[in-house]
């Protein structure tokens, strides 16, 4: 690639804050609520046009299922919580205690998916505006984040590609959400993409909704689509979401790989809507509602961070002494390439932890990170990307930053059990 020069005089400083999250999915959302609500001065950057990331711009649905593996408790409690409450107030949501598996709500897949949490993803962004603007949140949306200023072992300006143009904002703390560990990898933190020793990521899908169906015709069929379809049914009858064909070796990093990738899932958005169409009862008169405007990914960079969590930590449960967040979904690894299958090749334990050195990135002292990029075996992350892992941890990250604010202190050196007991007062299960 040909290079050329290219330099701004000057750049325009829109804000210094006390906390800048990247990133507004289901991680980064939490993350700044919970820092707002903790005092600190906020301001959540967010590349598309509505927050709740995976959750609403790739309808990416239910939410996995909060309980332990088994599904006998919860182990994700918190803002996850508050979130799915008053989203099933307004009829969004319904509640993970009031469903089972298998069922409609988990396309009749039983393992791993007991008390998932049906979604509206247009009600979902709606309240995430309203919470965000409640805890006092600066918003900013299509705002990308395009660059990091450093100097030594610290961010000092995040450069962000604003609709006005690059601009900057300084921030005492900056939580990385963006989904690729942008942040980290511009601010020189190792990274890896996709498997350890492939570098090949699990593959991405174009998830899309339907409406019109049959609700008892397809529960007295009571089995899954033709594979690979699954169909989630959401809070409002008849309609469902689709997940279904994969895309291999999409590169969420490269606007060239996403490109084609993208591309690719339209076709087969066509191919799964025909499988429910001409094969599966209930789906005769169903018609497509909307597909998903961003592809659905489910793995990109990963950091390497003070502590990487391993296979062996999710199979046995480690209950590290320094844990933020708890969770129980299996390791879902789908095949990375076309010759592999299946997916759960390893057991996890009924509950298992992730630690907060596992948010803290090396060589860059005043960054967190939160949510499926955390310093994680690729493997062992296909549980923990899930969205209530993303906004437990998410959460933890928000108060941590903010009590590092307070303290006027660095993020690796804030007081473990005060964040846990802070935590834990918010309603976060820990154990």
Do not use: W
């Not at 509206?120 to 919470?131: G, T």
């Not at 969420?252 to 996403?258: F, H, I, K, L």
């Amino acid at each position: 690639m040909k290079n050329i020069s290219f330099s701004k005089s000057s750049l325009p400083l829109i804000g210094s804050y006390d906390v800048v999250v990247l990133g507004g999915g289901p991680a980064g959302v939490c993350a700044a609520i919970e820092a707002a609500r903790s005092g600190a001065k906020v301001l959540l950057a967010e590349a598309t046009g509505g927050l709740g990331g995976m959750a609403t711009s790739a309808l990416v649905g239910p939410f996995m299922t909060s309980y332990d593996r088994d599904g006998e408790r919860p182990v994700v409690g918190g803002l996850f919580t508050e979130i799915v409450e008053r989203l099933s107030e307004r009829g969004g949501a319904i509640v993970p205690s009031d469903t089972d598996s298998p069922s409609v709500y988990t396309s009749f897949i039983k393992k791993y998916h007991r008390h998932v949490t049906p979604i509206d993803s247009f009600e979902l962004e709606v309240l995430l505006d309203e919470m965000t603007r409640e805890a006092g949140v600066e918003v900013m949306l299509y705002t990308r984040f395009a660059d990091a200023i450093t100097e030594g072992e610290e961010i000092k300006v995040a450069v962000l590609l604003a609709l006005e143009g690059l601009v900057g904002v300084e921030a005492k703390v900056f939580i990385d959400c963006t989904g690729n560990a942008d942040v980290a990898n511009a601010a020189g933190v190792p990274t890896y993409k996709g498997h350890e020793e492939s570098g090949i990521p699990q593959p991405a899908t174009l998830m899309f909704e339907v409406s019109g169906a049959d609700d008892e015709r397809y529960e007295n069929y009571a089995a899954r689509p033709e594979y690979p379809v699954k169909v989630y049914r959401t809070p409002e009858a008849g309609t469902y979401k689709v997940n279904h064909y994969h895309v291999f070796g999409a590169d969420a990093t490269s606007s060239e790989s996403m490109t084609r990738a993208h591309m690719q899932a339209r076709t087969q958005v066509k191919d799964a809507f025909s499988v429910l169409k001409n094969k599966t009862p209930g789906f005769e008169n169903a018609i497509i509602k909307k597909v998903a405007p961003s592809l659905g990914v489910r793995e990109s960079r990963h950091i390497v961070g003070k502590y990487k969590i391993t296979v062996g930590d999710v199979s046995r449960g480690t209950k590290f002494d320094d844990r933020i967040s708890a969770y129980g979904f299996g390791m879902d690894v789908h095949n990375r390439t076309e010759k592999e299958s299946g997916n759960f090749k390893t057991e996890v334990a009924p509950v298992y932890y992730v630690p907060y050195r596992s948010l803290l990135p090396l060589g860059c002292d005043n960054l967190l990170v939160a949510g499926k990029t955390v310093s994680c075996e690729s493997q062992a992350a296909g549980g923990l990307r899930c969205m209530p892992s993303a906004m437990a941890m998410g959460q933890a990250a928000g108060l941590a930053a903010a009590l590092a604010v307070k303290g006027g202190t660095r993020v690796e050196k804030i007081d473990i059990t005060e964040l846990q007991n802070e935590l834990r007062s918010r309603g976060a299960i820990l154990d």
